[in-house]
């Protein structure tokens, strides 16, 4: 039973738009959302981040969105680069812990020129 | 700084043999955590450790997996009379004490194909 959501497998678009990235989840005792970024053949990069005691949390081109009562977040590249094509993870921690991390499948960006 | 340092890179094993993975965390880390990646799939935990501690092992396989992350050295990610289901990438991240709110900082990985 997936806790983590991510059903868009792919996602393709061009260079200079917005990529939005969407995530869902079920469980109302996370606290901690993370997005990662991953390259093949590299490990997870840290992007983004975003408590639930907050709706928005931005950085540079990037922005993420969280709406609590829809068990929502959402990830905004703006504007996309060419660069940013990679498979984007989304991750929810448990409230409290410093444990672990509860992975999307991931989407793959393709940002094309 | 160097990040988080995982080695070998690239394992094959036959079916039977002993894997063993390694995992150096970052410098001031000493919290560890590894995840397993099967083809098409997300991250899933297998288990965390801090210094000469389980603290998490609740989604690691019961039989033939074990972890430690000694004193001294790498954490070890050891898996014993592998099979073809053992095939995956697996990942180790690190994140420092004193924070509420850590961020996992992963290393490169370690693919392992079991023939």
């Known amino acids: ?113 | 700084n160097a990040g988080v340092m995982q080695n070998p890179r690239h394992l094959v094993r036959r079916r039977g043999q002993e894997a063993r993975l390694r995992c150096s965390p970052m410098k001031g880390h000493s919290h560890v955590y590894w995840y397993r990646q099967l083809p098409e799939e997300g991250l899933k935990f297998m288990v965390y450790l801090q210094k000469e501690n389980i603290i998490d092992e609740s989604g690691m396989p019961k039989e033939r997996f074990s972890a430690e992350f000694p004193k001294e050295g790498p954490s070890i990610l050891r898996i014993q009379q592998v099979v073809r289901g053992d095939s995956a990438a697996y990942f180790c991240a690190s994140s420092p004490i004193g924070q509420t709110y850590n961020e996992q900082f992963f290393g490169p990985g370690t693919r392992l194909t079991v023939l």
């Not at chain 1, 905004?76 to 448990?94: E, L």
Request: charged share 20%; glycine share 8%; aromatic share 12%.
């Open chain 1, 1 to 113: 039973d997936q806790q983590v959501k991510q059903n868009s497998p792919s996602l393709s678009v061009q260079e200079g738009r917005i990529s939005i990235l969407n995530c869902d989840y079920t469980n109302s005792m996370f606290d901690y959302f993370l997005w990662y970024k991953k390259y093949p053949a590299e490990g997870p990069t840290f992007l983004i981040s975003i408590s639930s005691i907050k709706d928005k949390n931005e950085d540079g081109r990037f922005t993420v969105f969280l709406n609590k009562s829809a068990k929502h977040l959402s990830l905004h590249i703006v504007p996309s680069q060419p660069g940013d094509s990679a498979v984007y993870f989304c991750a929810a921690r448990y409230g409290g812990s410093q444990g672990n991390l509860i992975f999307g499948k991931g989407t793959k960006l393709s940002v094309k020129p």
